[in-house]
């Protein structure tokens, strides 16, 4: 602190500096000169009389309009992005042994490891080899490496640095289907930029980070661009927009996780209530909605056709009570709580885990939520009132109430057990109603500050208007959220983990079991190309036992007779010389076979007297197998299993489904559908349908 003797000596220092400028820098004429509160002002004279270059008139015609137009939303949207990779600054970092700290990281990305294979070997990549005895790659609904943002970004960064482009390229998205509803309800270009700003720093989307999740960012992103789109189809009516809203539909699908898609579902009431209007005849909007609704399945069809063709093999956690969601009364309060010991405690009913209750945006964007309830015109209280209602089924969802109530009747429902997600998507509302009232105090007569400038003889004065002073809380809404947002933007380096794996790199294919619930250990396995089992997944094939691993590294001890022969780190690891990879069984004897190979396409070479062969890889549909390159057929059980002559063998599996070729086809129609469509509305002039 400056003590009274420190601010004597500071005032004093003041006094002298204008009296000397006073006295000792002379005035220009003094039509010219300018003051400021009755003091001449030698800086603001300078800057009054230096001339400033001025654009062109033909110039300034043309780049008024342009900045009304799509050139000022480009700009809105490159700040956008610029303020998106401001958040995920500490993401940015592409060394691919650098991770986010979220403890599940390391499993999130073995989806991604598909495109991996398929630059690798093609059509191999089809069956996910590397996981828990093998799975079909495209049935997979929680990872989301078919949407085409997780494709590209994991081709052309590699798995691990992919994951984090998709990261932060997805907090991008968030802006964009912010700025797009803003756009769409006719919100001013500030009221619906710092909507936008808002949303990417928005912690019900950044929060998802502090458990390591890709697949919950990537799937919020292409939610809420589905949401956005649906708003503009019922807000303006038309063939394009109900083509866009089928294309991001689809991909909200291809995006996986279930969570946002059931908050969009629920969603759906409240949009379509914005189609009654006096002058419209709703049932041709909703024929859109339809329309969209197919294409978007079709689009949708290479994942949907091998899930809904594996589902009935599937199993997953379950919870019947919905333990994990907060009441009703306490969801809205995560809007404005931002203490990170408040949100690691079991408080107000809700679990201690951030990533699945944080939701904050900050009490500036929730009064002015509230001041656009309160002073909404009366044109637009259909739309506000839908923005509430939608919010208020949000949290609703996301409270398990009406769950619990139907999981007696559906009992399926009990594995939605994450419910609680579904509260996010209560934030691009509130974020709408801000930015409308954001706009509607930005529409008030406020007035003009002079700031006490004048030039004599001259009718000129330097004012500004007061509605900038909501610059400064907006603002520093904007930064607080940012502040926040970085407790789960921290990264490690997790170089230790993949040299301590490379004692496991062998040239076979045997099973290896790493520490259980020790997630860092699998993403560097992956990469390595280990083929790990016992490892926790979202999901699990129901009723089929795990392959038992060759090698296994655990922290529990073993019976005094298993070997030991090795280690990674401290950790020991055992040996299972019986738990071959492939083995030969027949006279009484069994003969382990080398076998090489990539996902759905291994070979086995051995030579043994007769009998089965049987591969620790789990058999489904689409395996088919060849020995000595004349086709067999598969015995039935849960391994890949043929039988197979004496002497010296080369047999061949091969996963091909037929769901994923009717899938990929159906994909291409959707597509194909809309392209023509979307052709024949630009012949058309794209009528509005009202």
Known sequence: MIGLGGLAAAILLSWGVIRLLRRHVRPPHPHLAVSVFGTYSPVLTWVSMSQSPRLPKWVIARLQPALQGRLGYALELILVGLWALWIGRNLLDFDPRVWPIGREFGIELYGFHFWDQVRQCGLCGLWNGLLNGGSPALADPFVGHLHPLAAAATLLAGVVNGAKVTIVAS???????????????????????????????????????????????????????????????????????????????????????????????AWLPWVLWLTFKREARPQRIWREFVIAGVLAVLIAGVLLVPLVHFWPEVAKHSDELFEASQPLEYIPLNLVIHDWAFLTASVLGKTPYPYLHTLYIGWMAVLLAIVGLARGRKDDRRLLLSFFLGALTMMWLASGVPFRSLVTVLPGLAQVRHIAHAAGFAVPAVLALAGYGLDRLLEYPWPRVRLGLSQRESENTVSFNLAWILAIPLLASLRVADQFDQNFMWTEDRRGVYQALQTLQGPGLEWISLPFGEHYWVEPGLAMGLKLTDVGTPWWWDGRELPGPRFEATRESRDSTVSVCCALN???????????????????????????????????????????????????????????????????????????PAGAVEVRFRYLPWDVLLGVILTLMGVGLTIGLWVRANRQGNPTEE
């Open 171 to 265: 907090f991008f998205l968030v802006g964009v289907s912010q700025w797009w509803i803003g756009r769409a309800i006719g919100l001013g270009r500030w009221s619906r930029l710092w909507a936008s700003l808002a949303a990417v720093s928005g912690a019900h989307l950044v929060a998802k980070v502090e458990l390591g999740s890709v697949g919950d960012v990537l799937s919020i992103a292409a939610s809420s661009l589905a949401l956005a789109s649906s708003f503009d189809l019922a807000l303006h009516p038309s063939r394009k927009a109900a083509l866009r809203f089928a294309l991001l539909l689809g991909l909200a699908l291809l995006a996986g996780r279930g969570y946002f898609q059931l908050a969009l579902l």
């Open 570 to 644: 401290e950790v020991p690891v055992y040996e299972y010389p019986a738990n071959e990879y492939a083995v030969v069984e027949g006279g009484g004897q069994t003969l382990p076979c080398p076998a090489s190979g990539a996902g759905g396409d291994l070979s086995v070479a051995c030579t043994s007297d007769g009998g089965t062969l049987t591969v620790r890889e789990n058999a489904w549909a689409g395996w088919t197998a060849t020995v000595n390159g004349q086709p067999v057929q598969l015995d039935p059980g849960p391994w890949l299993s043929v039988a197979v």
